[in-house]
């Protein structure tokens, strides 16, 4: 069976209005697929994009852009997108770019994302999407362990871009810029390229992505997926999602993170479905919502933090008569949010799971709509064996007690998880031991089969949308002279899951001030991505810690949840939003 033939039986399934047959066909897909042997050489953008949708569907919309600051619209169809793939391509061809050479991506929510995407996965090179929020700092860190080949960014990051190159000591094969900057080539120029490109030969195994993520110890780690744990593993993605071909999909995320690659990318154009990208400089959300309306999005997929948001509007004002499929992802969503929305739609939010390392893994697909339990992220998707163990890998099996959410590898290896952290063999070694993949999260599965998020088994935070390593803050912080140790925890908040805290002890001759808080504010403002800028700070005397010295970040939080519990006033605690001359930097 060729990989062609799942895609075509996942559209298939998808249409299916009857749910216990979708479920029943979904199930029987993934058994075929589990065992189903990868092809040597596998290229998504010739064979699927192209070979399929382009193909049958070319005049079919692909893509719906709009800048909700200027109400500037752009669309293009599968055709029209293939072809601006393959213009990209042919540049950086023309600039001795080449299979298996990386290519930055530090670019907003822009068509030319779509562009450069499809042209990496047809040339074969490495995808390495970057956050446009990064400072020069975390740019430089990443130019320094993986090697840009090439550089797509908006103009506004092009200086930050060309002072980490420098003090990297990095020169790449090609510039492109959007817009205008002098040694960078105007995006503008790529237009001219022919509109043909002969599509690499690339290996099942070859990794194509390359994602920074947070771990609880050191720098970002670089997770590596392949030919096809992305492009064949989203198949579970998209059967949660429950997107048709034809199928108006939106989803609120920016590119530099893989839920954009998740939802924005691969989850629609995997079906034949029309993806959507909304600009924006800051969230507007009745204008967010209204656009929703507008182009009569069928279905949309939105972290915690916006749900919160959308549904503190007057939703009776919206025409929702399109919605099918409402989504979410990022930790539990509260009833009172699901039964709002569900009123002014007539669909309930579906939560799902997954990570950076995967694809869809644990969630409620839509034969789940009107038999979810509020709070739960569903059952494990068919396409991985996912299972509870306790810290040794034993199998836990008794409902209620809380586990490590764990990939099982002997039965079939899931084709959705990650080939490795490139260049980092212990990381990938403590990761998958003993036939099981251990995700770093906790959860509990009830009587009736319903899992539940109990919440990570490490110290990164996941704070609305992001994951934050712990040290990476703190090796901001003990930069200031005024800082001499520094612990980061995550502490509970109703709105955004946790709020990245800071306990910091000074050193001689500094005293526990607001204008000593508000300076530490500033200083991490300034090399920190906003999502990792701490929210509190607390000066305190001492840490705790293990007898060989290393900090008890468990304790801090046992104790943060305690004291947020009994919402008392805490000595020596600063809070960001507190301070007004903080409002006009990083929010």
């Not at 060729?2 to 199930?27: C, G, H, I, P, Q």
Request: include cysteine; glycine fraction near 6%; charge should be negative.
């Amino acid at each position: 069976m060729s990989l062609e033939s799942f895609y075509r039986e996942a559209m298939e399934v998808n249409t299916m209005k009857d749910m216990a047959k979708r479920e029943a066909a979904a199930k029987a897909l993934f058994e075929k697929l589990n065992k189903a042997e990868m092809p040597a050489n596998f290229n998504w953008a010739a064979e699927i994009f192209e070979g399929v949708h382009v193909k049958e569907r070319g005049d079919q919309m692909a893509l719906i852009w709009t800048d909700l600051d200027t109400d500037a619209e752009r669309k293009f169809t599968y055709k029209e997108l293939a072809e601006n793939g393959n213009k990209f391509l042919n540049f950086v061809r023309k600039n001795d770019v080449q299979k298996g050479d990386n290519l930055y991506m530090l670019t907003p929510i822009v068509p030319e994302t779509w562009f450069a995407s499809l042209a990496a996965l047809k040339g074969g090179m490495v995808a390495v999407p970057t956050a446009t929020t990064m400072t020069e700092r975390e740019i430089q860190f990443r130019f320094e362990t993986y090697t840009p080949d090439v550089i797509v960014a908006f103009e506004g990051l092009t200086d930050l871009v060309d002072d980490a190159l420098k003090t990297a000591n990095c020169t790449p094969k090609a510039k492109i810029v959007l817009g205008q900057k002098a040694g960078w080539t105007s995006y503008t120029d790529i237009d001219s390229e022919s509109p043909e490109a002969e599509a690499a030969v690339v290996g099942s195994e070859d990794v194509l992505f390359c994602f920074f993520t947070s771990g609880t110890t050191g720098l970002p780690k670089r997770v590596g997926h392949s030919a096809t744990s992305y492009p064949v593993g989203h198949l579970s993605t998209a059967i949660v999602q429950g997107l048709e071909p034809g199928d108006v999909h939106h989803n609120l995320s920016a590119p530099g993170w893989a839920k954009w690659a998740w939802s924005s990318f691969f989850a629609p154009f995997n079906l034949g479905a029309t993806a959507t990208g909304f600009n924006f400089t800051a969230l507007d959300v009745k204008k967010y919502i209204a656009t929703i309306a507008k182009y009569k999005v069928n279905s949309f997929c939105a972290p915690p933090t916006a749900w919160r948001a959308f549904v503190g509007l007057d939703l009776t004002q919206f025409d929702f008569t399109a919605m099918k499929y409402s989504l979410s992802a990022g930790e539990p969503l509260n009833p009172e949010v699901i039964e709002q929305w569900k009123k002014a739609t007539n669909t309930e939010i579906r939560d799902f799971y997954g990570q950076t390392e995967s694809t869809c893994m644990i969630g409620n697909p839509p034969w789940m709509e009107g038999k979810m339990r509020f709070g739960s992220f569903g059952y494990p998707s068919y396409m991985y064996d996912a299972i509870l163990t306790d810290d040794e890998g034993n199998e836990i099996t008794t409902p209620d007690e809380p586990g490590h959410i764990t990939i099982r590898l002997s039965r079939w290896r899931a084709l959705g998880l990650f080939q490795e952290y490139i260049d980092d063999d212990a990381k990938t070694e403590a990761a998958f031991q003993n036939n099981l993949y251990f995700t770093g999260d906790k959860a509990s599965f009830d009587a009736d089969g319903y899992w539940w998020f109990v919440g990570r088994s490490d110290d990164v935070i996941k704070s609305s949308d992001y994951r934050v390593g712990p040290f990476e803050v703190e090796s901001a912080l003990v930069e200031h002279p005024a800082v001499m140790e520094a612990a980061v925890v995550g502490s509970p908040d109703p709105k955004r899951y946790q709020l990245v805290k800071a306990f910091v002890i000074l050193g001689q001759g500094y005293s526990p001030s607001k204008e000593l808080a508000l300076e530490l504010f500033k200083h991490t403002i300034n090399v920190l991505a906003k999502f990792k800028i701490p929210r509190i700070i607390e000066f305190v005397d001492e840490l705790p810690k293990t007898i060989s010295g290393k900090i008890r970040r468990i304790e801090l939080r046992e104790d943060e949840e305690k004291k947020k519990k009994e919402e008392g006033a805490v000595a020596h605690e600063y809070f960001y939003h507190q301070f007004p001359e903080l409002s006009s930097k990083k929010k």
